[in-house]
């Protein structure tokens, strides 16, 4: 059987558990590989169906006894076809398959949600079930989680590289990887305090003044202040 490369997104997605791939194992040496695996135009790169691969090398089936499917779209197009086959298909967790999604498509989304503030619009997102939002939401839609985890996965995806995978693993809870996110996300730098002008003082001043007399004594007030200061 060919030797054929896995995309970088579909390696993104942890391997069937012991017990499931034992049974498709079995499935397939009983009846064979049923779903296609699906490839690239040339033919070298897998996209979806790695288990079945792998399965299908270890029971040594040669090229004709594996049927696969050639990807018929653009190729800037299989990250989201490859996401779109595997992320509610797999027996992932909540933290698991939003934390994954975070990894693969956080930097774009938050660029998109920044170039949407910016410009005052909303703007397009590659996947047809994402909807105009910020970040968060839009990542959450598409998880089906609540925005908490959204916004959680989000600061693990960026915060804390070193233990993203642990999360998509299992290995860590989304919760604890969020405060290690949290403690290591940089802190704004506070806003310089305005010095107001003399002028600005003295009208804030006069102001307050003011407002300790009802509206129709003003007129008397600022005769008597009037009096008192002229030369």
Same mark, same amino acid.
């Given at each position: ?10 390696s &993104? ?6 017990k ?8 397939i ?8 695996i ?11 169906g ?9 029971l040594?089936?040669g ?19 490859i996401?779109?086959?595997n992320i509610l298909?797999?027996?992932?967790t909540?933290?698991q398959?939003?934390? &994954? ?7 774009q ?26 970040a968060?939401?839009i990542l959450?839609?598409e ?9 959680a996965?989000l ?8 233990i ?6 299992g290995?860590?809870?989304l ?10 996300k ?15 003082r ?5 102001l307050?003044?003011?407002d300790?007399?009802?509206?129709t004594?003003?007129?008397?007030v600022k005769?008597?202040?009037h ?5």
């Amino acid at each position: 059987m060919r030797v054929m490369k896995i995309h970088e997104v579909a390696s &993104l997605f942890p391997v069937l558990q012991a017990k499931e791939m034992r049974e498709l194992r079995e499935d397939i040496q009983e009846n064979g590989i049923k779903v296609p695996i699906l490839v690239n135009k040339k033919k070298d790169t897998i996209l979806d169906g790695r288990n079945r691969y792998m399965i299908a090398n270890e029971l040594k089936l040669g090229d004709g006894k594996v049927p696969m499917e050639v990807f018929k779209g653009e190729d800037g197009d299989i990250p989201g076809e490859i996401i779109s086959r595997n992320i509610l298909r797999r027996h992932l967790t909540d933290d698991q398959r939003v934390t &994954l999604l975070a990894k693969i498509r956080g930097p774009q989304l938050e660029k998109g949600a920044a170039e949407r503030k910016k410009g005052g619009q909303f703007g397009a997102v590659p996947l047809k079930s994402a909807a105009p939002g910020d970040a968060a939401a839009i990542l959450s839609k598409e998880a089906q989680v609540g925005r908490d985890k959204g916004r959680a996965a989000l600061d693990v995806a960026k915060h804390a590289k070193d233990i993203v995978d642990d999360v998509i693993s299992g290995k860590v809870p989304l919760r604890k990887a969020a405060k290690i996110a949290k403690a290591r996300k940089p802190k704004r730098a506070a806003k310089p305090k305005k010095v107001k002008t003399l002028k600005e003082r003295v009208i804030a001043k006069y102001l307050g003044f003011m407002d300790a007399f009802p509206i129709t004594e003003h007129r008397e007030v600022k005769r008597i202040l009037h009096e008192q200061t002229a030369p």
